[in-house]
């Protein structure tokens, strides 16, 4: 798959992340307890636990594997967030995370709209994600996106930023016919 480097939204500028990214990205949400109680990630108690992170992201994407993107506001260039997706060999799971300045603002439905855009013109066959099922927030940015419940299950995930117990989750998919709708 050939992703593109740089999408743009009305409001966002969505970009390849780059090493040059670590600092802002452990102040504005990595190293936040607030932004990362329900992702699967540690919290980052440092700028190495964010370097490390560049590396994996940059590997990754190499690969085929991980696309993570920063999510930047347009015309202040600054970074509010994260967003991306994991590819399984044409299974995607799609995530996002915000730094809480910037929660509720309707920024993580716009991204996540532009990754599921990027993603209808690419080979995938699955496109999906789970949340906590207490994120109320990120489960109300999947719904307006055009994600349907599949499943809640029972002690689905450990969040290590929730004493890492297993958590009951919501598995979201884009239905199929979404993805049958491509150009």
Known sequence: MVIPERV??????LTRLQ??????IFYTYASKPEST??????????LKDTRAFLHYAHSAWAQGLDYSFA??????????????????????????????LHWG??????????IVQL???????RVGSFV???????????????????AVVKDWWRFPNQDNRLKDCVLFT??????????
Request: proline fraction near 5%; charged fraction near 25%; hydrophobic fraction near 35%.
């Open 8 to 13: 743009e939204t009305p409001r966002l500028i």
């Open 19 to 24: 090493g040059t990214d670590a600092e802002e």
């Open 37 to 46: 109680r329900y992702v699967s990630w540690p919290t980052h108690t440092s």
């Open 71 to 100: 999510v930047r506001l347009k015309g202040f260039n600054r970074l509010i967030g994260g967003c991306g997706f994991l590819n399984d060999a044409g299974k995607i799971q799609v995530g996002y995370v915000l730094g809480p």
């Open 105 to 114: 603002k309707g920024y993580a439905t716009e991204a996540t709209r532009a």
């Open 119 to 125: 993603l209808l013109t690419l080979p995938v066959h």
């Open 132 to 150: 906590d099922i207490d994120n109320k927030a990120s489960i109300r940015v999947l719904e307006k996106c055009g994600f349907q419940v599949e």
């Open 174 to 183: 884009l239905p199929v016919d979404r993805l049958s709708t491509r150009e």
